[in-house]
């Protein structure tokens, strides 16, 4: 099955949703600013200042963040219009997410937003693993915190005879075989080399990307379940598997639930964007976000402190991995699935340090 | 207080939705489907052969309708490259409808669509009495049952003074004042002029629109009320004003409401297609649909018969009017109201004739 059947972020607006959850994303975004506006800025001059500046925001979910990128875009052209005397061009915004988001969410959230920001706004339903676009028709891509979830999961995970390989696990885990990871690592190279070929041939030459997603740091490279997300999927199986051992889960199920998600190294997007040769990349960096405080030594760019909670932990990672959860599990179990998860992980908290590294990765496209 | 603020056709796809009752809209789009082809593939031929051919379709709704001007465009593209051996265009749909519609619902249906039609989907959320795309991005523009609804209530009749001009009626009426019809009219030459300059911008020069309206037939130039919508506005204000007499309704409340609902003659629509001067008239025609398989004499080309009951057509109007009608009245006398107006309606049927005009105008944008 593929993913974008049943993936979403949680729709509407009360404290289960997306919406209301979204603050690592927001950090995100937030420490990604200058380099996104750097690169509408030289997208916009490389493009040899077009009438119509058009935009792509894919995987843009519903909330507070959805329309950062359009304001950034908005701001960094404006800029660049007073700096060089360029007459002011229209700026078309491009929000596009899986057919599973609430869009009508999203519609009326762009009403207030268009009355103070001169745009045009449209939203283009569909998986970024594939065509979205008309050719040649975007000078500026943009994608953030979206790029982790792949097409689907692995398929020699999905086969029959296989699906005790991870077992008990969700994902790629400390204790998961090679192979494991190996499949994970082969998706996310055919996912990401097909997701920079369809935006080559939808950016127009010159036409920039900024893409930001979870990412090893240096030291996981060899271990990508000890920190990050990959210990979230780790405490959410623990979760299930104490459920399981209650009667409460059937085992079998959490044997055959393999997340669609995986977290590349650095090395692992250089080596799939220079293969796949539509792109140029300016500039890749990762900076990682620690929770409760502490401080992850091991970084490329400044750690950034954000103060937060194990319930308010489980919040978010409720938000964004129910729709999945609920596809293998069922509903009536997720209540209760997420409050043994935020005991499990107040308990991984008060021993341990947390954080994530997400990098940020600026590329241009290559003129043919 | 702006249309669409309120306005959206019934969303889902149960009993009482646009989707199941749009019977009358399917045979518009059908009668006007060669009109539509022809405009595609002169727009198509006097915009030099586009790369990527951009259609938008305004007040697209969600139902079994939605998706025929994309078929339509695409039969009529593939037409032309075979007939003169063009490279076979991208096609870029464009649906366009009002921030309340569907667009979840909308958005689901997209998916098996893009499976067999090779096509990109995008969604335009907006008002049309507005700019809705970047300048000169579309070849095609399309718009079929929408045009009739203004963008507002014509402003004199919101007049504290002047609400108990159109006394019991919810529409021009036959024993609405002169004042009344003016104040419609101007309110529609307004909007329809507003339309046609936002179009003009974003048509591409040589690009073509097709619109199809509800408008009066000859006869019905000096008495708009006499037939068509007209009459269903004034059978719905006979049942509420028969249940103001049961005390069910606020009598003051009928008075207050008067719908943002036009039916223009085609000599209107011909003055103000001319007066704006964006575009050039290729052809301007009407037909008849009739109901209970009655003929109307008076057509320009051939009615057409539709069996259709006074149920259905209760639905009908239903399913087109009740947001309107919700923002006034509020829920709880929707439903006695719909089975009031059936009964109406069987009773009118059994003594007149029923039909409903529909113009169809081909328009070109001029080369400025």
């Known amino acids: 099955m593929k993913a974008e059947q049943v993936l979403h972020m949680n729709s509407g607006d009360d404290d289960k949703s997306y919406a209301q959850n979204s603050t690592i994303q927001n950090v995100r975004l937030s420490m990604t600013r200058s380099v996104r506006q750097s690169a509408i800025m030289e997208a916009y001059k490389s493009t040899s200042f077009p009438k119509t500046m058009s935009i792509g925001d894919l995987g843009c979910s519903l909330g507070p963040n959805t329309l950062l990128v359009a304001s950034d875009a908005i701001d960094a052209v404006e800029i660049v219009h007073k700096e060089l005397n360029q007459p002011l061009p229209e700026i078309h915004i491009q929000l596009n997410d899986l057919p599973g988001n609430d869009f009508n969410g999203l519609i009326n959230s762009l009403e207030g937003f268009k009355k103070t920001h001169r745009c045009f706004i449209s939203v283009v339903p569909g998986s970024f693993y594939g065509r979205l676009f008309p050719s040649h028709s975007l000078h500026f891509i943009h994608s953030s915190s979206s790029l982790n979830w792949l097409s689907q999961v692995p398929l020699d995970l999905q086969n029959e005879e296989n699906v005790k390989i991870n077992r008990g696990k969700l994902c790629i885990s400390k204790t998961s075989p090679p192979c494991v990871l190996e499949a994970y690592s082969k998706q996310f190279q055919r996912d990401f080399s097909l997701f920079l070929k369809c935006r080559g041939e939808e950016l127009v030459p010159g036409g920039c990307m900024v893409l930001t997603l979870l990412s090893r740091s240096t030291s996981e490279n060899s271990d990508p379940s000890s920190l990050g997300i990959g210990l979230q999927w780790e405490i959410l199986a623990q979760a299930l598997v104490d459920m399981a051992s209650e009667g409460i889960v059937d085992e079998k ?78 509903e009536e179990i997720i209540d209760e699935l997420f409050v043994r998860y935020s005991y499990l992980l107040e308990d991984y908290y008060s021993k341990n340090m947390h954080g994530c590294t997400t990098a940020v990765v600026f590329m241009k496209r290559n003129v043919p």
Not at 291 to 301: A, H, I, L, P, Q
Request: proline share 3%; glycine share 4%; net charge negative.
């Open 253 to 330: 199920k959490i044997d055959l639930c393999n997340a669609p998600f995986y977290v590349p190294s650095l090395e692992e997007m250089k080596h799939a964007i220079e293969t796949e040769g539509s792109f140029s990349i300016k500039s890749i960096e990762s900076f990682d976000v620690t929770y409760n405080g502490t401080k992850v030594e091991d970084t490329v760019t400044t750690a950034l402190k954000l103060s937060i909670n194990a319930q308010q932990m489980a919040k978010m990672i409720r938000a964004v991995t129910e729709s999945i959860l609920v596809s293998h599990f069922g």
